[in-house]
């Protein structure tokens, strides 16, 4: 009904507002579009099952990257005392 927004507050979660954004494709073409959020471009996702097999795994690789390997810690057992005995003495 067009009298209840009149009366009171909307009840509506979204608003109708759309802004223009340019939805570039993976093939390069691009597209003028409203969407719902201001945004200048949008990019579509790159179908990975389309690639050649050492590109894929080229991008699997950058977008989950190797975790760091933990540095073994220093004991006293390889440690030679004797190197350092002349700071001992006053």
């Known amino acids: ?14 608003y109708g507002r759309r ?3 340019l939805l570039v494709s ?5 597209v003028r579009l409203r969407y ?3 945004k200048r471009i949008l990019m579509m996702p790159l179908d990975s099952s389309t690639l050649p097999e050492a590109e894929r ?21 390889r440690i030679d005392l004797d190197t350092y005995k002349k700071f001992w003495k006053k």
């Open 57 to 77: 795994k080229a991008r699997l690789r950058r977008h989950f990257p190797t975790k760091p390997k933990a540095k073994e810690e220093e004991t006293f057992e």
């Open 36 to 38: 719902s959020e201001p």
């Open 26 to 30: 993976t093939d390069g073409s691009s």
């Open 1 to 14: 009904n067009s009298n209840r927004a009149a009366i009171c507050h909307l009840q509506r979660q979204r």
């Open 19 to 21: 802004y223009p954004v």
